[in-house]
């Protein structure tokens, strides 16, 4: 086999969902890459991630979409419900539930053997990319990027008064997708890898610190009289579940400069009630691969950003306007009356 020697280097930061990906969708014929991760052991951490049509077909082109189905869960059903329980809505989903350590497993299990690894806390992109000789910086660094701050200064997420709190729920294997709706808070529970899996979100104040325990029972607190299956859950769960403040990113005009390109929740870091951070980290990571191969490096970030920016953009303004609609309470009577309207109609 003929053997071409790769003559650009993209420096990736970050190795979660987006960093490691676009690392395996890199041809390391074309392309030499470094993957510089601050904390590679967080990377799996979480528990499952919904996976979308969009994801999937990202996760093909990377070579690992059988591997990634055959770890994952598929719902039959999803749910949505009000508050007391009654049901909104009842359709049959294109789903799969992900583990997110399976899902880090497979992407790193998809990275060539060339990849270089760089375990450290990136401060400053450029001067790492200079003294590492890169041509384009990747910053694939998440919500808080430190990309994205040095590239466009004043660009610190936006902190929401929304806590985010999840865990795994053991027992019989589920197969529906449920969600529960109502002032101030959603609630939902999926298949997942010990039977199910639980999330909910709720506002919480607007502090930095967050404690785990006071997040939990702010959580039991809020859906006390919700239906009776949310209360059950927040009684079972204990101290162990993941609890985090969510952040946004900030409005961009772009995501390109010159020698860089954010992606994935660097770029469009959106609150996680739609359920597609992680499938668009995917697709960006395959576009920009592409666009690297094709443009080089180049122009790969203004063709990127011209393919994909936009839709990131309104997918984080969906989200929080999602999220809005699904937790309002004066206008709960209303949107519950269209969503039964569009379930006659669909
Ligand atoms: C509660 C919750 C539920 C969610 N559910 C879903 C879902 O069902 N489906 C879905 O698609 N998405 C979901 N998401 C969103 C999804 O988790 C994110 O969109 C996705 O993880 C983004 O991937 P990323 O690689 O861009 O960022 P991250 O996963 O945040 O990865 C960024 C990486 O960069 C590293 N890093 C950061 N700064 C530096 C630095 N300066 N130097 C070196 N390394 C650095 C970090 O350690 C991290 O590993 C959910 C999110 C939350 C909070």
Do not use: Y
């Not at 005009?253 to 660097?266: C, H, N, Y």
Request: aromatic fraction near 4%; proline fraction near 6%; glycine fraction near 12%.
């Amino acid at each position: 086999m003929e053997t071409v020697r790769p003559h650009e280097h993209v420096l990736v930061i970050g190795g979660g969902v987006a960093g490691l990906a676009t690392a395996a969708a890199l041809d390391p014929r074309r392309v030499r890459v470094t993957l510089v991760e601050e904390r590679p052991e967080r990377a799996g951490a979480g528990t499952v991630l919904a996976m979308w049509r969009g994801g999937r077909v990202a996760l093909d082109a990377i070579g690992v979409g059988e591997r990634v189905r055959s770890t994952s869960f598929p719902a039959d059903r999803a749910l949505l419900r009000d508050a007391t329980g009654r049901g909104l809505h009842d359709i049959a989903p294109s789903l799969w539930f992900t583990p997110r350590s399976e899902l880090v497993a497979a992407l790193e299990g998809a990275l060539p053997d060339s990849v270089t690894r760089l375990t450290r806390l990136v401060t400053d992109p450029r001067a790492l990319a200079t003294q590492l000789g890169a041509d384009l910086v990747v910053g694939a660094d998440g919500v808080r990027s430190a990309v994205r701050q040095h590239a466009w200064p004043g660009t610190a997420p936006v902190i929401t008064d929304w806590i985010a709190l999840r865990g795994h729920l053991p027992g019989p294997p589920e197969h529906t997708a449920t969600e529960w709706w109502g002032p101030g808070g959603l609630f939902g529970t999926t298949p997942g890898p010990q039977g199910a899996a639980w999330f909910c979100a709720v506002r919480g104040g607007r502090g930095t610190t967050l404690d785990p325990a006071d997040a939990l029972a702010l959580a039991r607190g809020h859906f006390a009289d919700w239906d009776p299956r949310t209360r059950e859950i927040l009684a079972a769960v204990g101290e162990q579940g993941d609890t985090q403040r969510i952040l946004l990113a900030p409005r961009l005009r772009t995501s390109a400069d010159d020698g860089l390109v954010l992606i994935g929740d660097a770029a469009h870091a959106m609150s996680p009630n739609l359920g597609r951070g992680a499938n668009e980290a995917l697709e960006d990571a395959v576009a920009l691969a592409a666009m690297i191969h094709r443009h080089g490096t180049k122009g790969a970030p203004h063709a990127f950003s011209r393919r994909r920016h936009l839709r990131g953009q309104v997918l984080r303004v969906a989200a929080s306007a999602g999220l809005r609609v699904a937790t309002t309470g004066h206008a709960a009577p209303a949107r519950d009356a269209l969503v039964r309207a569009v379930a006659i109609l669909a």
